[in-house]
């Protein structure tokens, strides 16, 4: 590519495409390229994933995380709508079901209502209504939750990218750069690109590519591999919707909850486990790099240090299909283990700071011309439309072009 182009984009998954998509509207005329290592979009978290819509119920009030999933939540939908793609708001239950649970789901409660989000507390014979099998000691209705088909939403963007005057390159790894004097040179495994301005949003390679550019994120990707089971009749039958367990607040993850999905497809999980591999989607995907880096980070010791017992827990989880199964019965006791079957995993990119904390919200880094979007885990699909407003509007106020 001789010419150089004004916005390239690293990361062809819903965020990279959605952030794309959004220049070429801030923009008009402007000339943008996505560029994707793999050879199709939405390969990696996109893809990989249990398809629901966040309301935006879990997230620290005033966070960008509560912020746009409630807004992109909402476009997410109506884009849906729009295009043809696969979608519904079917709600959710998030069900306490042990001891001490009842005081953290109304806490729960307090925080939805707190970012603007509508619900309601339920006694167990009224969450029996949504959920017949359901056993819990209370329960909390999400009345704005909804599912959709995230890989379908992010080619129906790539569509859009291209039918603007952009452009969406699959099979291009980038592989560093340097400012130059209007902007970047990158260099590529498909040679060299001139860019006005850099975006990276490459998920679970965000922090490289930031830093391959010059750029200190500050954290770490850790990969959490996510793995889920999936759910055969009789036993899906007994599943109506989306349960979720109260989560645990020490982590931004939810535990394993059952979510039927827009196909029929009834699924228990994900579980959050280090993986020793940044795209090992197998129980045993060792990647030597991957594990060293990740080893090598301060933080990664301090956090194993601090959360070792409920690591373990979930280590033991993956190990043990009975354990996982065991999960799975707190929420809907009569699931016959005999019914369960490993399915497709997915992987987490989850920034770690050095001092071991997990970064709780989506967090930008601003370079010279460029920003990374260095931690965009759940709920990043459902606010990507709104997140990649955000990123045109940060692109669009500091891009040069002639």
């Known amino acids: 590519m001789a010419r150089p182009v ?29 560029l994707e290592k793999e050879a199709e979009v939405a390969t990696h978290q996109t893809g990989r994933n249990s398809g629901v819509v966040h309301s935006g119920i879990y997230y620290a009030p005033g966070s960008l995380k509560a912020r746009l999933a409630v807004e992109g939540g909402d476009r997410l939908l109506a884009f849906c709508e729009e295009h043809g793609i696969a979608h519904d708001r079917c709600g959710k239950l998030v069900a306490a079901a042990g001891a001490g649970e009842d005081a953290r789901l109304h806490d729960l409660a307090e925080r939805a209502r707190a970012n603007g989000v509508p619900v309601a507390e339920l006694a167990p014979g009224a969450a029996r209504e949504h959920e017949p099998h359901l056993h819990c000691t209370s329960a909390l209705h999400v009345p704005s939750t909804g599912r959709a088909d995230f890989g379908a939403v992010a ?13 969406v390159r699959t099979g291009v790894r980038v592989t560093g750069g340097h400012p130059a004097v209007d902007g970047w040179a990158l260099d590529t ?6 860019a006005g301005f850099l975006v990276g949003c490459a998920g679970l390679q965000a922090d490289r590519l930031a830093r391959r550019t010059g750029h200190d994120p500050g954290v770490r990707i850790v990969p959490f591999r996510g793995e889920y089971l999936d759910v055969l009749a009789p036993s899906a039958d007994l599943l109506h919707g989306l349960v979720y367990p109260v989560p645990d607040p020490r982590f931004p993850f939810l535990g394993v909850h059952l979510t039927r999905s827009l196909d029929g497809h009834v699924h228990a999980g994900p579980n959050a486990v280090l993986a020793l591999a940044r795209e090992g989607y197998g129980r045993w995907s060792l990647s030597p790099r991957d594990l060293a880096e990740t080893l090598a980070w301060p933080g990664t010791g301090r956090l194993i240090g601090r959360y070792w017992r409920p690591g373990l827990d979930e280590l033991r989880r993956s190990l043990s299909r009975r354990r996982f199964v065991r999960a799975a019965q707190r929420l809907l006791p009569d699931l016959d283990a005999a019914d369960f079957r490993r399915a497709p995993s997915g992987i987490r990119a989850q920034s770690l700071d050095r001092q071991g904390s997990l970064v709780d919200d989506f967090h930008l880094v601003d370079g010279d011309r460029a920003v990374h979007v260095v931690n965009a885990p759940s709920p990043a699909a459902t606010a990507s439309l709104a997140i990649g407003e955000m990123v045109a509007d940060r692109v669009a106020g500091r891009i040069t072009r002639p």
């Open 155 to 167: 080619r129906r963007l790539a569509d859009l990218v291209a039918g603007a005057g952009g452009s």
């Open 189 to 194: 495994d498909a040679g060299p690109i001139a």
């Open 6 to 34: 004004d916005v390239v984009v690293v990361g062809g998954g819903i965020l990279g495409l959605a952030t794309a998509h959004a220049v070429l509207q801030r923009l008009e005329g402007a000339s943008v390229v996505v």
